[in-house]
């Protein structure tokens, strides 16, 4: 057994554990990470493979945290920030078989043929529609009274599927888009909200904070590479085995079985856990299972994420971020990506990559379905509405029984759980994506927060 000390334990080197650990590490702090994958970086991971560059979990992320503005400059020596081909801003969302595209501007909203025309004289009455009053109300609700009915099936709907591969209709506004909930509740209106939030003073920071998405040049392993780069060699176990945490009278010991077999002990002053709600009820035996229940019991979505890789593209021109499928649509995707027009090297120049996304809550049994059957649905679905009928020239298939978690109406419980257990057990951190938001710019937000507070 060989004993060590240190000031933090994390637990799960994903974006947010290998953020925090260098945020601390970069403050003086001495850090062990532990990760039970033989890689870090999580559900972020890139692979190569005959002229294709491509992503097997998130595809890119949005600028919306100074956070995240924050950890690319910090680590710019060894990764880019990527934005996408000013050609390839387009979203689309698929209406009655075809891809009509969708804008944010006002002009466009009134102009699209997605909304009806009732709904587009309700979203030019927006700014003077009275605010919600319920606190749980669900952005389908949330959108159906500000907005109308159509706004919902056609831009919210879609939207939801492409974030959360989630309901709208589960989904608390406050917990999963606590930035719409706030522009109605601080402002009264989305629109009023928007025009007066861009006229605020702001930081040089803020100012670079935006809706625009990025990825690393090279793919986002180039980001996890960076951070990984940027920590200790000493503090990273990864392959660790029969991980448990013990709380002793001042602080905690953990204790595990390294990738050789040698078993450590670590004593430190705080602990931190960045891997979600499934395996807590294991690592963390001294806290009462009743207590750990509602994070342990959180929903996730189940996504199946397939990759296309075409040498040479003969379908429908890609001139476009990607394209969304409304579920009143009735189709078997949930969205396409297109990563090659985004950014630059990611396909054979001629050809083409797309991400395509499948499953999500309202259709969770399609993670249940052979590689077969998922090439032949998703081939159709390319067929109809990208007109291209070749075989692609790479295809992969994964699955993610616990992609991404749901904000509904069990995350009150689930927040509350939460402070309970960090108010009863001082220095016990139980953070990565049940709390805070999903998206890569919240984990870094968080990572980046609690290292503030653990210092
Ligand atoms: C398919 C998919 C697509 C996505 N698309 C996007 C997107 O386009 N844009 C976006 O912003 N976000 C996207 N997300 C969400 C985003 O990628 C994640 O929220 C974020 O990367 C999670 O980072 P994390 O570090 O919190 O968790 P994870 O990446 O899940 O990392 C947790 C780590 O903990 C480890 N671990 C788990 N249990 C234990 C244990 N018991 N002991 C030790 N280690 C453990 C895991 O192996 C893992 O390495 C997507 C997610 C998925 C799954």
Known sequence: MTDKKVDIVVIGAGLTGLTLAFYLEKAGKKVILLEKNERVGGVIHTEEEDGFVYEKGPNTGVISSEAIVQLFDDLKEKCELVTPKPQ???????????????????????????????????????????????????????????????????????????????????????????????????????????????????????????????????????????????????????????????????????????????????????????????????????????????????????????????????????????????????????????????FDGRNPEQGAILSVFVGGVKKPEMIEKSDDEIRSMVLDEISSTLESEDQPDLFKVFRYENAIPQYDITTKERYEAISQIENEFEGLFLSGNIKDGIGMADRVKQARELSDRLL
Not at 118 to 138: C, F, H, M, Y
Not at 205 to 210: A, N, T
Not at 236 to 244: D, H
Not at 286 to 313: D, E, R, S
Request: proline content about 4%.
């Open 88 to 342: 390839a801003k387009e979203r689309w969302i698929l209406k009655n078989g075809k891809w009509e595209p969708i804008s944010s501007g006002l002009i466009q909203a009134i102009t699209t043929p997605l909304f009806r025309w009732r709904d587009k004289v309700k979203i030019l009455g927006e700014p003077w529609r009275k605010k919600g009053t319920n606190p749980d109300e669900s952005l389908a609700e949330l959108v159906k009274r500000r907005m109308g009915k159509s706004f919902l099936d056609y831009a919210v709907d879609p939207f939801i599927s492409g974030i959360y591969a989630g309901d709208a209709t589960k989904l608390i506004t406050r917990y999963a888009m606590p930035k719409l909930y706030n522009l109605e509740q601080n402002y009264g209106s989305f629109v009023k909200g928007s025009i007066k939030k861009k006229k605020e003073s702001k930081t040089a920071l803020q100012k670079r904070v935006s809706r625009e998405i990025f990825s690393a040049k090279g793919g986002l392993n180039k980001l996890i590479s960076a951070l990984e780069q940027s920590i200790s060699d000493d503090a990273i176990f990864c392959g660790c085995q029969q991980i448990k945490v013990k709380k002793e009278e001042l602080g905690f010991t953990t204790e595990f079985h390294s990738r050789e077999g040698e078993q450590f002990r670590v004593s430190s002053s705080s602990v931190v856990t960045t891997f979600g709600g499934k395996g807590l009820l294991d690592i963390l035996p001294f806290v009462q299972k009743k207590c750990l229940n509602p994070v342990a019991n959180i929903t996730y979505a189940k996504v199946v994420q397939v990759v296309l890789g075409y040498k040479k593209w003969n379908g429908k021109k890609i001139n476009a971020f990607g394209g969304l499928v409304p579920s009143v649509e009735k189709r078997n995707i949930l969205g396409v990506l297109f990563p090659g027009a985004l």
